[in-house]
Nanobody
């Protein structure tokens, strides 16, 4: 079992910044990769950024150069730095942990989500 708790969302003006945090607890040794997804009203949930235990990262094209994913292994926490925010970044942001449970079987855990609203 893995538990994920997100924080750091809020209301920000276009061009502003936010830092989201995701604290993980439970059977952390089972986690293969962690990431951030977002879901805007009327849209499907999409991958924003991911990071492996080794530190490799990937980003959606729409956020490259503006968002940065990082992790602090000592704190069991993953962060997403959101810079140069645009109104189209408005969404609920979800932390994700992909785990291996047995014999290579994978399972995704999700946080409760944190709202990011970009508006003037």
């Amino acid at each position: 079992q893995v538990q994920l708790v997100e924080s750091g969302g809020g209301l920000v003006q276009p061009g502003g910044s936010l830092r989201l945090s995701c604290a993980a607890s439970g059977t952390l040794y089972s986690i293969l990769v962690m990431g951030w997804y977002r879901q805007a009203p009327g849209k499907q949930r999409e991958l924003v950024a991911g990071i492996t235990s080794g530190g490799s990262t990937n980003y959606a094209d729409s956020v490259k150069g503006r968002f940065t994913i990082s992790r602090d292994n000592a704190k069991n926490t993953v962060y997403l730095q959101l810079n140069s925010l645009k109104p189209e970044d408005t969404a609920v942001y979800y932390c994700n942990a992909r785990t291996v449970v047995s014999l290579g079987r994978q399972y995704d855990y999700w946080g409760q989500g944190t709202q990011v609203t970009v508006s003037s």
